[in-house]
């Protein structure tokens, strides 16, 4: 069983930054799958970025050269620094982890994020 529990959202103007945490416990391994997804209200859930094994990153093209997702294994940590923030970015972010050994998906609760004009 995993269990994730993100931190860091809050109410920013345009232009300014954040940086989300989450935080895993239970039975992670270096070669599962994290990432951030968002869901607006009124819009479904989507992917902004992914970290795989190796390091292997993908972005949302919404938030390329803006986010940046990164993790520490030692500490089961994914962050997303979040950089150039847009009232479009608004949404509630989710922490996902995938593993890949039993195949399963997991969500985290979810954190909000208000970005005002």
């Known amino acids: 069983q995993v269990h994730l529990v993100e931190s860091g959202g809050g109410l920013v103007q345009a232009g300014g930054s954040l940086r989300l945490s989450c935080a895993a416990s239970?039975?992670?391994?270096?070669?599962?799958?994290m990432g951030w997804y968002r869901q607006a209200p009124g819009k479904q859930r989507e992917l902004v970025a992914v970290?795989?094994?190796?390091?292997?990153?993908t972005y949302a093209d919404s938030v390329k050269g803006r986010f940046t997702i990164s993790r520490d294994n030692a500490k089961n940590i994914v962050y997303l620094q979040m950089n150039s923030l847009k009232p479009e970015d608004t949404a509630v972010y989710y922490c996902?982890?995938?593993?890949?050994?039993?195949?399963?998906?997991?969500w985290g609760q979810g954190t909000q994020v208000t970005v005002s004009s």
């Open positions: 996902n982890l995938y593993a890949w050994g039993s195949r399963n998906g997991y």
């Open positions: 239970g039975d992670i391994f270096s070669r599962d799958t």
């Open positions: 970290i795989h094994r190796g390091e292997i990153t």
